[in-house]
């Protein structure tokens, strides 16, 4: 197992355009969570997911975002009319109990042009 | 609403010296984990230290050690023996026992190592 992975790494989009990110958590963890990270912030939640059920979403989560985590296994963050505001480091964690912390991804940095 | 606050936003250490980072947190719950995490440049954040608010002792890993003041509200990092690979960006975080399963994180402090 080689950790949280996501793809892409890097994006860039121009404005209105819709974005697409994935995240494959540790196999066994069954909490997948969603955070956003602006230049020099600590990061942000956006939602989380115990298995396929979506069971917390932030305020930030407006709606052009949707997640989802089909099978409980990997997990997709989609923005739609993308806006400069969006431009971020996206990050996905996994976790196994709610005693542990997380394991952290290396992101996904999107920038909108 | 919990609030974790950094107030130093930056800090340097001599290597092979000390360092303390502080946060503070504010919470009406009694029962929460606090965190520490890494972030290096360009890197994916990493757990550096955890402490459980019911236990007293206060948690060690390795160089690294915490001061836990449940009543003052606060859980600062203490790095031992500082090395150039410490240097990053240090996020404190808190985390509720009950409902609410996010990390709610502190803005960062970032540490600089001399050598």
């Known amino acids: 197992d080689t950790g949280v992975s996501q793809n892409p790494r890097h994006k860039i989009t121009k404005r209105g355009q819709n974005v697409t990110f994935r995240c494959d958590p540790i196999s066994e963890h069954n909490r997948l969570y969603w955070y956003r990270q602006t230049l020099g912030q600590g990061p942000e939640f956006l939602t989380y997911?115990?298995?396929?059920?979506?069971?917390?979403k932030s305020r930030l989560l407006s709606d052009r975002f949707s997640a989802e985590r089909p099978k409980g296994s990997f997990s997709t963050l989609e923005i739609q009319r993308t806006e400069q505001g969006d431009s971020a480091m996206y990050l996905c964690?996994?976790?196994?109990?709610?005693?542990?912390?997380?394991?952290f991804g290396s992101g996904t940095r999107l920038t909108v042009v | 609403a919990q609030t974790v606050t950094q107030s130093q936003p930056e800090m340097s250490v001599q290597e092979a010296e000390t360092v303390t980072l502080s946060c503070t947190y504010d919470?009406?719950?009694?029962?929460?984990?606090l965190f520490w995490y890494k972030q290096p440049p360009s890197r994916q954040m990493i757990l550096v230290i955890r402490?459980?608010?019911?236990?007293?002792q206060n948690a060690t890993e390795n160089r690294f050690s915490v001061n836990f003041q449940k009543a003052a509200k606060s859980f600062s990092l203490k790095i031992s023996d500082s090395q150039l690979g410490d240097a990053a960006m240090y996020f404190c975080?808190?985390?509720?026992?009950?409902?609410?399963?996010?990390?709610?994180f502190g803005g960062g402090t970032r540490l600089m190592v001399k050598p």
């Open positions: 997911f115990q298995n396929e059920a979506q069971l917390e």
């Open positions: 919470t009406s719950e009694s029962d929460y984990y």
């Open positions: 402490q459980e608010a019911y236990k007293q």
């Open positions: 975080a808190y985390r509720s026992a009950g409902a609410g399963n996010m990390l709610t």
């Open positions: 964690a996994s976790s196994l109990a709610l005693t542990y912390g997380y394991t």
